[in-house]
């Protein structure tokens, strides 16, 4: 079976389908345009792609891609175009000094790349899970972003690389606690817009976050750290895939954090 990410032929008057995960599309080529429609079904563990279009797609609903002669079209994976807040199914309890790392799995998003010299052009970019959305922060000072319920695993007793859910991208959290009080976290906030994707092997991951938590008047902080994560025996396999959303920077990370400073009442973020 074909790997779904790469590169795809539609001939004039063809019409492709793919499903992925919980999404369904559809493009068909025409002189001049294209023709995208999409949809959710019921999950798929594997990818399907099929050259059948079915008969009845409505032109009222579908994306129209004027302008493109070429038959070429290349499909990437992508990190969602908005925060994430991790809703944890228990509370977890970090003791005082403490550190602990993190595993989530972050769903994908399709990019959809048409050639049009002298480069490619993104016309599409699609979930692959359909997620509930949200409002971080303050009404008056907040930003749109999804609801994730996810377990947040202990890395340390998960190998990374094993179990690897389709279609995700695994990221790693370091928290650490240097308040003298036990934190208690049911959430977290995850800035995945300004992540990188990496591949390993036939994995995914991002580059890694670290949460500091300190009290009182001093700062505490979220990095999101450079570079490929460490995973044991493959970190010098690792590729980068793509470029990030949008460019890390101090206020983005502070709306991040503030989501989540309620939680545990502790300092201000740096």
């Known amino acids: 079976m074909k790997p779904l990410w790469g590169?795809?032929?539609?001939?004039?008057?063809?019409?492709?389908?793919?499903?992925?995960?919980?999404l369904q599309f559809w493009l068909k080529a025409e002189p001049g345009q294209w023709w995208l429609w999409q949809a959710f079904g019921d999950p798929v563990a594997v990818p399907i792609c099929?050259?059948?279009?079915?008969?009845?797609?409505?032109?009222?609903?579908?994306?129209?891609?004027?302008?493109?002669?070429?038959?070429?079209?290349?499909i990437v994976p992508q990190?969602?175009?908005?925060?994430?807040?991790?809703?944890?199914?228990?509370?977890?309890q970090l003791l005082p000094s403490a550190s602990v790392t993190l595993l989530c799995y972050i769903p994908l998003w399709i990019g959809l790349l048409v050639d049009h010299?002298?480069?490619s052009w993104q016309v599409a970019s699609l979930p692959s899970a359909q997620l509930s959305h949200t409002w971080l922060g303050a009404p008056d000072g907040g930003e749109a972003g999804?609801?994730?319920p996810t377990p947040l695993r202990h890395a340390a007793a998960e190998p990374v690389a094993a179990n690897h859910p389709p279609l995700t991208a695994g990221c790693t959290i370091c928290v650490t606690?240097?308040?003298?009080?036990?934190?208690e976290v049911t959430?977290?906030?995850?800035?995945v817009e300004c992540l990188q994707l990496y591949q390993f092997r036939d994995a995914l991951f991002t580059n890694e976050v670290a949460v500091t938590f300190r009290e009182g008047a001093q700062p505490s902080r979220v990095q999101l750290l450079s570079g490929a994560p460490h995973i044991e025996g493959e970190s010098e396999l690792a590729i980068a895939i793509g470029k990030p959303r949008e460019a890390a920077s101090d206020q983005v990370i502070k709306k991040g954090y503030n989501v989540i400073k309620h939680l545990t009442r502790l300092g201000n973020v740096r």
């Open 7 to 22: 590169a795809y032929q539609i001939a004039l008057e063809q019409c492709r389908f793919w499903h992925v995960g919980a």
């Open 79 to 92: 990190l969602p175009d908005r925060p994430l807040v991790l809703q944890s199914p228990g509370q977890l």
């Open 187 to 191: 959430h977290l906030t995850l800035h």
């Open 146 to 148: 999804y609801l994730l």
């Open 50 to 74: 099929d050259e059948e279009c079915r008969d009845n797609l409505d032109s009222h609903r579908a994306i129209r891609i004027l302008g493109t002669d070429d038959s070429s079209l290349t």
């Open 117 to 119: 010299k002298p480069a």
């Open 177 to 183: 606690n240097l308040s003298k009080e036990i934190i």
